[in-house]
């Protein structure tokens, strides 16, 4: 039994007897605890993340005011509404590993006098630096979202993201932000959130996590001011590299402290703790399942390895819990999302296709966000467009929305809602000496008081007959939508209708207040209970 923070998982009890292999159904029973609410679940975990690689910016973004396709200032009319559809909350940008050799300064000014450089983390690939702080703000205020921006630790300097942040929000007066007035914009920005360095245990700076832990303390002496700062994330599940991090730079040192600041030394300097960790099938960098064409066997390692998630914030909140017991500092999940085998014939680096399998892993990486939002405040897909599980493909004018995509549509109505404990009791699906939960939901209740219950059936062959109750609430009526195809590899095509777009759950019934569905196999579905 896996017991996680606002989440309990039940799996093979007896009276849920897993069914003989031929089987086409199992029963699956929630219940929902709306007597016992828990943390808000902060929009932020719906986050995005944009790179300079491939064609996450150019063509995926901008495009330039000139281009035949439709634009407003170079960024995409298209992909912008898409966003704005489903309230993209954040964005981080510039990196990842491209952060790590940004020099901002190179990108600002008449676009036409800004330096070409090469993009030594990703293939050597040119940077035409058309797209800098300027434009990416634009794009940020036009989706309607909030900018997460990461510097540079392992090429650059405190004083040059001190720099930044200054050009970036001085008042208008100031030289800093005269010289922003100059290049166009006369409003200072708001900066809500600064990541300082992006893992620094690799191309980040190849530093240990104690080296790590005083450049930190330095950088978040000169930026503090600006907004929350985020440290950089362990190696998916280095705990020691947390646990080294939280002890050496979560606080000052009080030492020789006046005492009318010494309550300064209390506050944390960490606002957020980020860990990157992504999905593939099993655990081996090297060999990673292609994204369409996959077997049975890839399948249910992909599931197995995305569950966990669940692991790993329970083991970093564990340890959080010890040197926070207050629940000041929250995880930045800022790197999340499938990882496929290279396709030789991918027209972009990092370009992959986008499946029902990484609709599946997606609801499933959500709701174990959810589940843990006493201490997950942000998280950011990678990527956003273009690459590895994106939201949307874009094919010169042509524009695709993901299987992906749809699984963030459909959670909206979590959202800002109030995380209510979730209880599943279901058989275990097992297959290739893989054993993993069969179901994973989470629940919440929003401002209107509705309960949203998304249901996870990672199952690629039974259905589920799904049983909720709620304690604490008695529904009257429910509707829903469903992700699902019959084929595990099922996938959009530009100009074609899309076979995975949400459908309505036609299987709801709702009587003295349990409501039951089924749930397709290899399914994500979203239920609204009023």
Same mark, same amino acid.
Request: glycine residues 8%.
């Given at each position: 039994?896996?017991?996680?923070?606002?989440?309990?998982?039940?799996?093979?009890?007896?009276?849920?007897?897993?069914?003989?292999?031929?089987?086409?159904?199992?029963?699956?029973?929630?219940?929902?605890?709306?007597?016992?609410?828990?943390?808000?679940?902060?929009?932020?975990?719906?986050?995005?993340?944009?790179?300079?690689?491939?064609?996450?910016?150019?063509?995926?973004?901008?495009?330039?005011?000139?281009?035949?396709?439709?634009?407003?200032?170079?960024?995409?009319?298209?992909?912008?509404?898409?966003?704005?559809?489903?309230?993209?909350?954040?964005?981080?940008?510039?990196?990842?590993?491209?952060?790590?050799?940004?020099?901002?300064?190179?990108?600002?000014?008449?676009?036409?006098?800004?330096?070409?450089?090469?993009?030594?983390?990703?293939?050597?690939?040119?940077?035409?630096?058309?797209?800098?702080?300027?434009?990416?703000?634009?794009?940020?205020?036009?989706?309607?979202?909030?900018?997460?921006?990461?510097?540079?630790?392992?090429?650059?300097?405190?004083?040059?993201?001190?720099?930044?942040?200054?050009?970036?929000?001085?008042?208008?007066?100031?030289?800093?932000?005269?010289?922003?007035?100059?290049?166009?914009?006369?409003?200072?920005?708001?900066?809500?959130?600064?990541?300082?360095?992006?893992?620094?245990?690799?191309?980040?700076?190849?530093?240990?996590?104690?080296?790590?832990?005083?450049?930190?303390?330095?950088?978040?002496?000169?930026?503090?001011?600006?907004?929350?700062?985020?440290?950089?994330?362990?190696?998916?599940?280095?705990?020691?590299?947390?646990?080294?991090?939280?002890?050496?730079?979560?606080?000052?040192?009080?030492?020789?402290?006046?005492?009318?600041?010494?309550?300064?030394?209390?506050?944390?300097?960490?606002?957020?703790?980020?860990?990157?960790?992504?999905?593939?099938?099993?655990?081996?960098?090297?060999?990673?399942?292609?994204?369409?064409?996959?077997?049975?066997?890839?399948?249910?390692?992909?599931?197995?390895?995305?569950?966990?998630?669940?692991?790993?914030?329970?083991?970093?909140?564990?340890?959080?819990?010890?040197?926070?017991?207050?629940?000041?500092?929250?995880?930045?999940?800022?790197?999340?999302?499938?990882?496929?085998?290279?396709?030789?014939?991918?027209?972009?680096?990092?370009?992959?296709?986008?499946?029902?399998?990484?609709?599946?892993?997606?609801?499933?990486?959500?709701?174990?966000?959810?589940?843990?939002?006493?201490?997950?405040?942000?998280?950011?897909?990678?990527?956003?467009?273009?690459?590895?599980?994106?939201?949307?493909?874009?094919?010169?004018?042509?524009?695709?929305?993901?299987?992906?995509?749809?699984?963030?549509?459909?959670?909206?109505?979590?959202?800002?809602?109030?995380?209510?404990?979730?209880?599943?009791?279901?058989?275990?699906?097992?297959?290739?000496?893989?054993?993993?939960?069969?179901?994973?939901?989470?629940?919440?209740?929003?401002?209107?008081?509705? +309960?949203?219950?998304?249901?996870?059936?990672?199952?690629?062959?039974?259905?589920?007959?799904?049983?909720?109750?709620?304690?604490?609430?008695?529904?009257?009526?429910?509707?829903?939508?469903?992700?699902?195809?019959?084929?595990?590899?099922?996938?959009?095509?530009?100009?074609?209708?899309?076979?995975?777009?949400?459908?309505?759950?036609?299987?709801?019934?709702?009587?003295?207040?349990? +409501?039951?569905?089924?749930?397709?196999?290899?399914?994500?579905?979203?239920?609204?209970?009023?």
């Amino acid at each position: 039994m896996k017991i996680a923070r606002g989440f309990v998982a039940v799996c093979g009890l007896a009276w849920f007897a897993s069914p003989p292999s031929h089987a086409e159904s199992f029963d699956a029973r929630i219940t929902i605890q709306a007597d016992r609410p828990g943390a808000v679940i902060d929009p932020n975990i719906y986050g995005q993340f944009v790179e300079h690689l491939g064609r996450g910016v150019y063509e995926g973004i901008w495009v330039g005011p000139d281009s035949p396709i439709p634009n407003t200032r170079g960024i995409r009319n298209d992909v912008v509404a898409a966003l704005r559809r489903i309230r993209i909350p954040l964005i981080r940008w510039p990196g990842g590993c491209f952060a790590e050799t940004y020099h901002w300064r190179d990108a600002i000014g008449p676009r036409a006098q800004r330096p070409r450089g090469v993009n030594t983390a990703w293939g050597d690939e040119v940077e035409t630096n058309e797209f800098g702080t300027h434009e990416f703000m634009d794009f940020v205020e036009q989706v309607g979202a909030q900018p997460f921006i990461s510097v540079n630790v392992a090429s650059g300097s405190p004083a040059e993201a001190q720099a930044w942040m200054q050009y970036l929000t001085a008042p208008a007066g100031s030289g800093a932000g005269q010289e922003r007035a100059h290049n166009g914009r006369t409003e200072p920005w708001k900066i809500p959130f600064i990541g300082i360095g992006n893992e620094t245990w690799g191309c980040g700076g190849n530093m240990t996590a104690e080296f790590y832990s005083d450049i930190y303390r330095q950088y978040v002496s000169v930026l503090k001011p600006y907004g929350r700062v985020i440290a950089s994330d362990a190696n998916s599940d280095d705990y020691a590299w947390t646990e080294t991090l939280l002890s050496r730079a979560l606080r000052r040192h009080p030492a020789d402290m006046p005492t009318t600041l010494a309550y300064i030394s209390k506050q944390p300097q960490i606002d957020m703790v980020s860990v990157h960790f992504y999905t593939f099938s099993g655990n081996d960098w090297g060999k990673k399942s292609p994204a369409i064409g996959f077997t049975d066997a890839d399948w249910v390692r992909s599931m197995e390895r995305t569950w966990k998630t669940d692991e790993m914030i329970a083991r970093h909140s564990a340890i959080l819990d010890r040197h926070d017991p207050e629940g000041k500092v929250g995880i930045s999940f800022s790197e999340w999302g499938a990882w496929w085998a290279t396709d030789k014939n991918r027209p972009s680096n990092l370009y992959q296709a986008n499946t029902l399998r990484d609709a599946v892993i997606a609801g499933l990486t959500l709701n174990i966000f959810q589940n843990h939002a006493g201490r997950v405040r942000m998280a950011n897909l990678a990527q956003m467009v273009n690459v590895l599980q994106a939201l949307i493909l874009t094919n010169n004018e042509k524009i695709l929305l993901t299987p992906t995509y749809h699984v963030f549509d459909l959670y909206q109505g979590h959202q800002g809602a109030t995380l209510l404990p979730a209880r599943v009791e279901s058989p275990d699906y097992s297959s290739q000496a893989v054993k993993i939960p069969s179901i994973s939901a989470s629940a919440s209740r929003g401002a209107n008081d509705a +309960v949203t219950l998304s249901v996870v059936n990672m199952d690629p062959s039974r259905e589920s007959k799904v049983q909720v109750d709620v304690q604490g609430y008695t529904p009257r009526a429910a509707q829903g939508r469903v992700i699902t195809a019959t084929s595990m590899d099922a996938k959009p095509e530009f100009g074609q209708p899309d076979p995975l777009v949400p459908v309505k759950l036609s299987t709801i019934t709702v009587r003295r207040g349990s +409501v039951t569905f089924l749930a397709p196999a290899k399914s994500v579905a979203v239920l609204v209970l009023q």
